[in-house]
């Protein structure tokens, strides 16, 4: 299963020879080694190798047009393992997040304990994934060898990043991880520039992944809850 892969999108931008070796040439490395070996492999992606401009949830089909370096990578990175293998099983996943490494929740947690009032951008749209229902379904896919093909893993539902944030803050303060009133300001994107170019609407159609993986994604604010709460036991860690 890999994982692997350069995920600092900005940085991504101006650091782009080291995201390209990690995303787009590494992959290709990797099937090349399972090849090898007779091995299968399963290699996650991303919503980022799609433009932004949908109306309606991302089909695994559906056509791509990445709008960054991280996306140019990482569709270049899917190309590659099929080109190498072509039942390779890719699992495209958007908006992860965890307890562990640097993620959204964890720096709003920080952001809110730190402040009164966050401006955070509401014209981008997405779905939340808790990174451990991401390494259920993949674990499920382990054990379902004739899957290939692409799918899409999220959890169930959709917000905007303010939305997420806003979600954070209740549940954050609910559970005890905040203990003071935050305003959350909804804010365009074009108030909050960033180095990298990121998808206005990245919903992924779920469908065929929830049907043939037989398990389906949970409600991403659910999971949130679960996420903290699960944060909030290994705070002394």
Same mark, same amino acid.
């Given at each position: 299963?890999?994982?692997?892969?350069?995920?600092?999108?900005?940085?991504?931008?101006?650091?782009?020879?080291?995201?390209?070796?990690?995303?787009?040439?590494?992959?290709?490395?990797?099937?090349?080694? @399972?090849?090898?070996?007779?091995?299968?492999?399963?290699?996650?992606?991303?919503?980022?190798?799609?433009?932004?401009?949908?109306?309606?949830?991302?089909?695994?089909?559906?056509?791509?047009?990445?709008?960054?370096?991280?996306?140019?990578?990482?569709?270049?990175?899917?190309?590659?393992?099929?080109?190498?293998?072509?039942?390779?099983?890719?699992?495209?996943?958007?908006?992860?997040?965890?307890?562990?490494?640097?993620?959204?929740?964890?720096?709003?947690?920080?952001?809110?304990?730190?402040?009164?009032?966050?401006?955070?951008?509401?014209?981008?749209?997405?779905?939340?994934?808790?990174?451990?229902?991401?390494?259920?379904?993949?674990?499920?896919?382990?054990?379902?060898?004739?899957?290939?093909?692409?799918?899409?893993?999220?959890?169930?539902?959709? @917000?905007?990043? @303010?939305?997420?944030?806003?979600?954070?803050?209740?549940?954050?303060?609910?559970?005890?991880?905040?203990?003071?009133?935050?305003?959350?300001?909804?804010?365009?994107?074009?108030?909050?520039?960033?180095?990298?170019?990121?998808?206005?609407?990245?919903?992924?159609?779920?469908?065929?992944?929830?049907?043939?993986?037989?398990?389906?994604?949970?409600?991403?604010?659910?999971?949130?809850?679960?996420?903290?709460?699960?944060?909030?036991d290994h705070l002394d860690e």
């Open positions: 299963i890999n994982a692997a892969a350069y995920t600092a999108v900005d940085r991504a931008e101006s650091d782009a020879e080291a995201a390209w070796q990690a995303n787009a040439l590494g992959p290709g490395y990797l099937a090349t080694a @399972c090849k090898a070996q007779g091995a299968r492999m399963i290699h996650l992606s991303t919503d980022f190798v799609f433009n932004g401009e949908a109306t309606e949830p991302y089909k695994p089909d559906s056509p791509t047009s990445p709008v960054s370096e991280y996306g140019r990578g990482k569709l270049v990175g899917e190309q590659a393992v099929t080109g190498v293998e072509p039942n390779t099983l890719i699992v495209r996943t958007s908006w992860v997040y965890s307890r562990f490494g640097a993620n959204f929740v964890k720096t709003m947690l920080r952001l809110m304990s730190e402040r009164d009032e966050l401006g955070v951008v509401a014209d981008q749209r997405g779905t939340p994934t808790w990174a451990r229902g991401l390494v259920q379904a993949l674990w499920v896919a382990a054990t379902k060898p004739a899957l290939s093909g692409l799918y899409n893993w999220s959890d169930e539902g959709e @917000c905007t990043w @303010c939305d997420f944030a806003q979600a954070i803050y209740e549940e954050g303060r609910d559970i005890g991880l905040l203990d003071h009133d935050v305003l959350i300001k909804a804010i365009p994107a074009s108030s909050y520039p960033t180095p990298a170019h990121r998808p206005s609407y990245s919903v992924l159609d779920r469908t065929s992944t929830w049907r043939d993986f037989e398990i389906v994604g949970q409600p991403w604010r659910l999971q949130l809850r679960s996420m903290l709460l699960d944060m909030k």
